[in-house]
């Protein structure tokens, strides 16, 4: 897809980007990194229109996708991605969420 997955950004604390239980990786949350450095801020409906939100959450699609590959080392090995949540910073009266979310699911 000539997609540039970065490398996970370092955690703090006892936060971990990956865990291995037998043939399942679970993954914790990851933002909107941007390729330059920095991650996507603000809230949808005020800061961000629905198509950056959307394009926010390909962002968090793809540093995802980073740690899984640092994880496994290899894509190739995913047969299937089970679960995603996904949760949208937008102000009160915003009703687009899953919209902004298919950004991260239709990567």
């Known amino acids: 897809m000539g997609i540039k997955l970065l490398a996970p950004s370092q955690t703090t604390g006892s936060l971990l ?8 990786v679970f993954l914790s949350g990851h ?6 450095g920095g991650q996507i801020t603000g809230k949808v409906g005020k800061d961000l229109t629905v198509s950056e939100g959307k ?3 390909r962002l968090a699609g793809i540093a995802v996708l980073g740690a899984l ?3 496994i080392g290899d894509l190739n090995k995913v047969k299937r991605i089970i679960k995603v949540f996904g949760m949208v910073n937008a102000v009160e ?3 687009q969420q899953p919209e902004v979310i298919n ?3 239709d990567l």
């Open 17 to 24: 980007t990956a865990v291995t239980v037998g043939n399942l």
């Open 103 to 105: 950004g991260f699911s």
């Open 55 to 57: 394009a926010a959450a």
């Open 93 to 95: 009266t915003f009703k």
């Open 31 to 36: 933002g909107p990194d941007k390729p330059a």
């Open 69 to 71: 590959k640092k994880e």
